[in-house]
């Protein structure tokens, strides 16, 4: 999978690469359906007899806005479809389905039904040979459920339907899409900072490619439904429709039994025995001072801020168990682990009892120390991206964090000013992060762009970030020697910032 997506990067970047943000794609197309539905609305006429005249009306005499219009409608849904089964396909290729993600998994077994009824039931809608054969095999799958038996499929027997039955339908098309975005509205909840929005160029290219669709293949209709025959031919929808001669081939039990047994298994798939998660963050209240920069940056929403206990007008930053992802990203961003503190023991605000920042700050200056060779680097990386332990040797210090984004932008200029003539930032591809925003704050914190930020003071050429996923060894170890190329070519003047003592060493000795 990462490899698919890194080849799409080198055409798209990886902000607008489809691959890496399928739900944003998601809403996109969910919101083209919306607004290409209002038109369809007001021209619709939703009477019996009326309903497929009036579609005809605008599919050709109105083709060039009517019907470009309900082209982008049928389009959108269509690649809504295949979005959403990428989307869940990619998720389930990275094994998120367990653990503290959990909620976003189980909220989205709901969203495939809704997806799909929502769809259906705007072929039904058409009221042509193909809508009443949907509409015909749905009430048939619906008449198997005991309550039904057969009620369903008796209001397609000629003469039974109304003008009401329409407004059911039209009521049905519009409510059920309205669940469908207050159940995704559910699915990120535990989200924060949710990629809902695709790139401006995503978004365009998207529109411009549904656009170019409706233009060359427009959609049409099928004959005006008749009651009284079936059409020997029909074109079928495969994204939605497939479901009939689904039914047709097996029975409407076995479809229940088919689609029951789907989102079950989809349901039950958390359950399965999974790697046993990190300790949780945890807040050092004395060493909080209240500045929401955890809580801004966890990306999983697990930090709340309360009213400190014992100083009025200040906060205290408070963990929530059952959502955090034990990614570190929080310590990366607390102002308190910043290495420079004169402490023997560096205590942060918000720390990971699997990794904490104090323990960081020893390893590192005992790694440091002990290179040897006219260039040292020290070498950042994270334990879901290339392996960084194998770049280890005697002039590279190696640091594996759980997360890039656990790394205070400081612990980069502390490196140099310790010994290191160059620091190489490394983890996963934007798009790529297993907690999602680590390598994105990361680079936004080590460009001064987002607090806490890393001083301008620490010259640019003795830093080098290179997101490498885990399939690229070669690519960062390429990119680790031409850093090491490049510091061998740094003239006198460019030398590494001035070294700094740590008060603490030199009161220790
Ligand atoms: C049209 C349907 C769907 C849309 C529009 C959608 C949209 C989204 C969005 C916007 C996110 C947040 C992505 C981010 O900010 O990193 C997300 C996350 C997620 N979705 Fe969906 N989703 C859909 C269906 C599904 C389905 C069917 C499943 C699986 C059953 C699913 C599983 C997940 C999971 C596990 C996450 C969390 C990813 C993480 O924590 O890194 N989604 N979805
Ligand atoms: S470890 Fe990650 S998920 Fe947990 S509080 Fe910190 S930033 Fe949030
Ligand atoms: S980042 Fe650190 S100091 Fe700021 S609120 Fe969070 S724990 Fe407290």
Request: glycine fraction near 8%; aromatic fraction near 12%.
């Amino acid at each position: 999978m990462q490899r698919i997506e890194s080849f799409f990067d080198a055409f798209f970047g990886a902000a607008a690469n489809p691959w890496r943000h399928l739900g944003a794609l998601g809403f996109y197309l969910l919101w083209i359906t919306f607004a290409t539905g209002v038109y369809l609305f007001i021209v619709l006429d939703t009477g019996i007899e009326e309903i497929h005249t009036s579609i005809e009306y605008y599919t050709h005499e109105q083709w060039w806005l009517g019907g470009i219009i309900r082209s982008l409608h049928r389009y959108a849904a269509d690649a809504l479809v295949l979005v959403m089964l990428l989307h869940l396909a990619r998720e389930l290729l990275y094994g998120r389905y367990n653990g503290f993600r959990w909620y976003s998994w189980i909220t989205g077994v709901p969203v495939i039904w809704l997806v799909y009824a929502s769809g259906i039931g705007g072929y039904w809608l058409v009221w042509d040979q193909l809508g009443l054969f949907s509409a015909v095999a749905s009430a048939e799958w619906f008449d198997w459920i005991p309550t039904f038996s057969g009620v369903t499929t008796r209001n397609f027997l000629p003469g039974m339907l109304t003008d009401r039955f329409f407004s059911l339908l039209v009521f049905l098309h519009i409510g059920i899409p309205l669940i469908l975005l207050l159940a995704l509205w559910v699915h990120i909840q535990r989200i924060s900072h949710s990629d809902v929005f695709p790139a401006r160029s995503l978004a365009l290219g998207t529109f411009a490619m549904l656009f170019v669709l409706a233009l060359v293949k427009p959609t049409v209709s099928h004959g005006k439904a008749d009651l009284s025959m079936l059409s020997p031919v029909l074109h079928l929808d495969w994204h939605y429709l497939f479901v009939h001669p689904l039914m047709y081939l097996t029975s409407p039990a076995g479809l229940w039994a088919m689609a029951g047994l789907f989102s079950l298994l989809l349901l039950l798939l958390p359950l399965l025995p999974h790697p046993k998660q990190q300790p949780i963050a945890s807040v050092n209240p004395p060493n909080c001072n209240g500045c929401r920069r955890c809580f801004v940056d966890c990306p999983y929403g697990a930090v709340v801020m309360l009213p400190h206990p014992d100083k009025p007008g200040h906060e205290l930053a408070r963990v929530i168990p059952e959502l955090c992802a034990s990614c570190g990203i929080c310590a990366g961003a607390c102002p308190s682990s910043t290495p420079f503190r004169s402490v023997d023991t560096l205590v942060t605000g918000i720390d990971m009892p699997a990794q904490p920042v104090g323990a960081l700050r020893e390893e590192m200056e005992r790694k440091i120390a002990a290179l040897a060779g006219p260039v040292k680097i020290a070498v950042f990386g994270c334990t879901c991206a290339a392996e960084t332990a194998r770049l280890e040797s005697a002039d590279t210090a190696v640091l594996n964090l759980m997360c890039a984004g656990l790394l205070p932008p400081s612990f980069a200029e502390y490196a140099l000013r310790g010994g290191a003539d160059g620091v190489l930032v490394t983890g996963c591809r934007e798009g790529s992060c297993a907690y999602r925003l680590g390598t994105r704050w990361t680079e936004e914190r080590l460009a001064s762009q987002r607090e806490p930020h890393l001083r301008a003071t620490v010259p640019a050429e003795h830093l080098r970030i290179v997101w490498a996923d885990s399939h690229e060894m070669s690519r960062l170890k390429a990119a680790l020697e031409d850093f090491r190329h490049s510091l061998q070519t740094l003239n006198a003047d460019e030398k590494r910032p001035r070294a700094y003592t740590p008060r603490r060493i030199a009161q220790h000795g």
